[in-house]
C-alpha cells in the first residue's frame, strides 16, 4: 500500500544532485540545521530557519546517479532568488563540486539569507541570467507589483512575460532586426518606447508605463507629460 510513496522517496533521493547543509556556527562543526538535497528542477528554495544560519556548505550527493555538471548554488537576500540588478539581493555563489562556506549575519528581525537556488552555470563560473547588469532572455524581474519574465523580441530589444503566462516553446528568443517597436523594453530595462507618430517615439520609465496612458499612435494627436527621457 505504500510501495509507490517510497519508491517515490527513494527516486528523489538518487536523483538529488547537490546537498546544502546550513549550519548555526562558522565552521558547520555543530550538528546542522538542516540539510537540503537540489536537483535542476528543484526551484527556490525559502523554507529554512534563516535567521539562524551562520554559514553554509555544499557539495555533490554520493547518491546522485547523474552526470556531473557545471553547476552553483546561489544564495539571495530576497524570499524569490530573484536578484536583479542593483537591487543588492544577492549574496554569495558557491560551487557544487567540493564545498566551500559562507559567512553569513545573523539577524533575529530579518534574516539575511532568504532564499537559495541550484542553477546551470558556464564553464567559468558564471549564471547567465544574472551575471550582468541589464536584460537577458529568460530573466526574471519583479516590478510593478507583479514578477515577469524577459523575452527577446530584436537585437536589443525585450517584452516582459508575465511569469505564470511564459512558455519556453512560445516565448523564444528572437534578434530579428525588425520588431514592433511599441511597448517594446530597452536592453539596460529602463524605457519603453511609445509610438507618438508616424516615425515619433518616446522613452517611458519602466515602472511608469501604463497601457490605457501610453497608447499607440493612431493619427491623433496625442497630449504628451515628460517623462525623463528623449524623443526620437
Known amino acids: 500500500m505504500f510501495f509507490p510513496s517510497i519508491l517515490g522517496a527513494l527516486l528523489t533521493v538518487a536523483s538529488a544532485q547537490v546537498e546544502v ?21 528543484s526551484g527556490c528554495q525559502t523554507s529554512f530557519p534563516g535567521f539562524k544560519v551562520l554559514s553554509v556548505k555544499t557539495n555533490h550527493t554520493a547518491t546522485s546517479t547523474l552526470p556531473k555538471k557545471n553547476q552553483a ?8 532568488c530573484l536578484a536583479t540588478c542593483g537591487s543588492n539581493h544577492f549574496i554569495s555563489q558557491a560551487p557544487a563540486e567540493g564545498w566551500m562556506f559562507l559567512s553569513l549575519n545573523i539577524s533575529m528581525s530579518k534574516p539575511l539569507l532568504q532564499s537559495f537556488e541550484l542553477v546551470d552555470v ?8 544574472h551575471g550582468y547588469c541589464g536584460l537577458r532572455h529568460g ?23 508575465p511569469i505564470e503566462d511564459w512558455d519556453d516553446a512560445v516565448h523564444v528568443r528572437r534578434t530579428a532586426r525588425e520588431y ?3 511597448g517594446a523594453v530597452d536592453a539596460k530595462g529602463e524605457f519603453k518606447w511609445q509610438q507618438v507618430k508616424d516615425q515619433g517615439w518616446r522613452g517611458v520609465r519602466l515602472g511608469e508605463w501604463d497601457d490605457g496612458t501610453n497608447a499607440r499612435w493612431t493619427g491623433e494627436v496625442l497630449v ?6 528623449e524623443e526620437l
Request: net charge negative.
Open 21 to 41: 547543509t546550513l549550519c548555526s556556527d562558522s565552521q558547520c562543526n555543530e550538528p546542522p540545521l538542516s540539510i537540503v538535497d537540489l536537483e535542476s528542477t
Open 73 to 80: 548554488v546561489r544564495f539571495y537576500r530576497s524570499n524569490d
Open 122 to 129: 558556464n564553464e567559468d563560473g558564471t549564471y547567465v541570467p
Open 139 to 161: 530573466d526574471a524581474q519583479y516590478f510593478r507589483e507583479r514578477a515577469w519574465k524577459w523575452q527577446q523580441i530584436g537585437r536589443h530589444a525585450f517584452r516582459e512575460i
Open 180 to 182: 514592433d517597436r511599441h
Open 224 to 229: 504628451i507629460e515628460s517623462s525623463g527621457a
